[in-house]
């Protein structure tokens, strides 16, 4: 019983110390509760799901098409940026926003918000879009379809 008190001081401490840190103050806080990222996804205090791939920008962003399509998420723009693509979405009553970000030739970092309304972020959507596009690309299947 005496080490639960002492641990439940310890973690209080870190997070009081750490309070200007959201970030990291809710990793600690996730950490007990095993509800941390899962399959390299990392999640943003604002809702924003995160992962960077072994792949080329134009091979992410086919599969990236690929797994819209097949959760029947219809795409309202395909822009070209600066840092790489921006593609809007849009499902029943949610939007999507994607960034594709180009690191170098054979690395891209792929970030997805999905808003439901103006303040609720669908985190777990956000996610499946990640993992789904994640199983296209390590399983190499084919997404030479007309997509462009």
Same mark, same amino acid.
């Given at each position: 019983m005496r080490r639960h008190a002492?641990?439940?001081v310890i973690a209080v401490a870190l997070l009081l110390s750490l309070q &200007?840190?959201?970030a990291v103050a809710l990793t600690l806080l996730s950490?007990?509760?095993?509800?941390?990222?899962?399959?390299?996804i990392d999640y943003t205090v604002n809702?924003?799901?995160?992962?960077?791939?072994?792949?080329?920008?134009d091979q992410l962003r086919k599969a990236v098409l690929v797994t819209l399509r097949r959760m029947a998420i219809t795409v309202k723009a395909d822009d070209s940026t600066d840092e790489g693509r921006k593609i809007v979405a849009e499902a029943i009553d949610r939007s999507v926003e994607i960034e594709l970000?180009?690191?170098?030739?054979?690395?891209?970092?792929?970030?997805?918000v999905v808003?439901?309304?103006f303040f609720f972020r669908d985190r777990a959507t956000a996610g499946e879009i990640i993992n789904k596009t994640g199983q296209i690309v390590e399983n &190499?299947?084919?997404?030479t379809r007309n997509i462009d």
């Open positions: 002492v641990r439940a &200007g840190c959201a950490a007990g509760a095993g509800v941390g990222a899962s399959a390299g809702g924003a799901a995160c992962r960077t791939f072994t792949a080329g920008h970000e180009r690191l170098t030739t054979k690395a891209t970092r792929m970030r997805v808003k439901q309304g &190499g299947t084919k997404v």
